[in-house]
């Protein structure tokens, strides 16, 4: 899949549409989910152009790679979560309902989040 230069990720990343920035570094925009699904929920995304977890695995340099998951480690260490607990999460393609076209991971926190995946 090629990647989309209009995804709303990627418009966010040239300013061209605001977010609620919560941490921001040379590789790395991390912000508020616009719906979000627990009382702390922020995305994480790299500022290259990857159009999932997949793309970016396959695609990204290590140094980049490398950014992206200390990066993720640190938001949820600015956020407070390290202590009582928090869920990432990645949704790659079709059957995982990925929605926007920009690699990303949610980082989920602030209550008992529950299981994994809802029963069936
Ligand atoms: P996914 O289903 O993994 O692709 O998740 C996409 C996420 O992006 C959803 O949780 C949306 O609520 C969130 N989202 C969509 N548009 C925006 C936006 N403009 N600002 C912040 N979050 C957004």
């Keep these: ?3 989309d230069r209009n995804n ?3 418009r966010i990343l040239r300013s061209e549409i605001p977010c ?3 941490y921001e570094d040379v590789h790395v925009l991390a912000f508020s989910d616009i719906r979000p699904q627990a009382p702390v929920h922020v995305l994480v ?3 290259g152009e990857y159009v999932s977890l997949d793309d970016f695995a396959a695609k990204a340099p290590a140094a980049e790679q490398a950014a992206f998951v200390a990066a993720v480690g640190k938001v949820a260490r600015q956020l407070g979560l390290t202590e009582a607990g928090y869920r990432v999460l990645a ?3 079709a059957d995982a309902g990925q929605e926007v076209p920009h690699f990303h991971v949610h980082i989920f926190g602030g ?3 529950g299981r994994m995946l809802p029963r069936e």
Excluded: E
Aim: glycine share 6%.
């Design 45 to 47: 995304i790299p500022k």
């Design 1 to 3: 899949m090629a990647y």
């Design 8 to 10: 709303i990720f990627a």
């Design 91 to 93: 949704n790659h393609g």
């Design 20 to 22: 609620q920035k919560v």
């Design 111 to 113: 209550k008992r989040l």
